[in-house]
């Protein structure tokens, strides 16, 4: 009856297996990819530099996604060899064809003094339980949930976009939440401000949001603002974050929002509701492509052409959707996953169910973000009915 001890012998002959100067020449000269099989809390102990963590039990599901290239070479490590050993094995199953196990893992590569990292920061367990479908996920992982929990993100508004966003933000583990609204929760909000509730009516908004906020998720730092974005504040507010998330419901405060992160190189999330339709898109200053607000709005059209959400009504699922939208959106930018919305528009219409993406160009001659942008916001004037930058003499 064969022993685990005639099983890992086994193993270990049908594969290839180096000491620590042999996976060092690899790694130095055939640019191998470097696999660490170790669970999540040996790996807070250290790593090989540049290694791709993908703990043992998930290998064979997510090998294929870190080193799609079955031909490169692969040094697999564990903490003492043998783990690595059955792991070299199932990979050359999978057909990767050069695979070699690390003979004494990690500790051998410890103790002959080769460089290895420490994690800047890791999950406590804790953490690892409430993110686990995250670090389940190639391209987050733990590096990725931590990026989300070191993250701080500015929601301008909570209300109708602001809410659903900020709820699930917040689950999802972005670390620093700012919210600034200067209105406190009244009966008309329940409607569709799900952050809110029955019991808190009266209660600022902020205050409000901050209470649904850590009772969800206390790994989350909410910053309130109980006040109003104003030019004189806006550009010492926004700097504080990582990105805006813009829940405005009026021209006057999305131009400054624009205008603010473009001077101070901040992406917007930007998203707007009106009865059964609403749109989002993405402005990202970083980018030498992206338009900005003022690209896709020269000027705002008459109030009476732009009535808000208390003056047209808005059915009450509608902010749920492009609030969502807007903090996928948020995640994304995060943790540089994916396709933004940079220089595209989606619009929804809810009584059809249809989604339209349109096209944004940047506009060369655009008075925020082209040749003679303002460098503060000083003789701007915000209004719905202006919102206006004086041109260049």
């Not at 998720?217 to 990105?243: C, F, K, M, W």
């Amino acid at each position: 009856m064969s022993t685990f001890r005639d099983l890992l012998e086994q193993t270990r002959a049908g594969i290839a297996e180096t000491d620590v100067p042999g996976a060092r020449q690899l790694i130095d000269t055939q640019q191998a990819a470097i696999v660490d099989i170790r669970e999540d809390d040996e790996v807070a102990d250290g790593l090989v530099p540049g290694a791709v963590h993908i703990p043992r039990g998930y290998l064979e599901m997510r090998i294929e996604q870190a080193v799609p290239d079955k031909d490169q070479p692969v040094v697999v490590y564990c903490a003492g060899g043998t783990r690595s050993a059955f792991a070299a094995k199932s990979l050359a199953e999978l057909g990767y064809r050069q695979v070699t196990s690390l003979a004494g893992g990690f500790n051998a590569w410890k103790e002959a003094g080769e460089a290895w990292t420490k994690p800047a920061a890791s999950l406590s367990a804790d953490q690892r339980r409430r993110y686990s479908r995250h670090l389940l996920i190639p391209g987050i992982g733990e590096e990725g949930q931590q990026a989300l929990l070191d993250a701080k993100v500015l929601l301008v508004g909570a209300g109708g976009l602001g809410a659903p966003a900020a709820l699930y933000l917040s689950a999802a583990g972005v670390g620093t939440l700012g919210v600034i609204d200067a209105d406190d929760v009244d009966a008309s909000n329940l409607q569709r401000q799900v952050i809110h509730t029955t019991g808190r009516l009266g209660m600022s908004k902020v205050e409000s949001a901050a209470q649904a906020i850590t009772a969800l998720n206390p790994d989350v730092t909410v910053i309130p603002h109980r006040e109003r974005l104003t030019r004189e504040n806006a550009l010492g507010i926004i700097s504080q974050y990582d990105i805006v998330f813009d829940g405005s419901d009026n021209f006057a405060t999305r131009y400054l929002i624009n205008d603010a992160c473009v001077i101070l190189q901040k992406p917007n999330v930007h998203g707007s509701i009106f009865r059964f339709d609403g749109q989002s898109t993405t402005f990202d200053p970083r980018n030498e492509h992206s338009p900005c607000y003022r690209c896709l709005f020269p000027e705002p059209p008459p109030p009476e052409l732009a009535p808000n959400c208390a003056e047209a009504g808005v059915l009450g699922v509608l902010p749920g959707m492009i609030g969502m939208i807007q903090a996928t959106e948020t995640v994304k930018l995060i943790l540089g996953l994916g396709e933004s919305l940079v220089g595209r528009l989606l619009t929804y219409d809810a009584l059809t169910m249809t989604f339209r993406t349109l096209k944004i160009a940047r506009d060369p001659s655009c008075p925020m973000c082209g040749p003679h942008r303002p460098e503060t916001l000083d003789e701007i004037e915000y209004s719905d009915i202006t919102c206006a930058i004086p041109q260049p003499a």
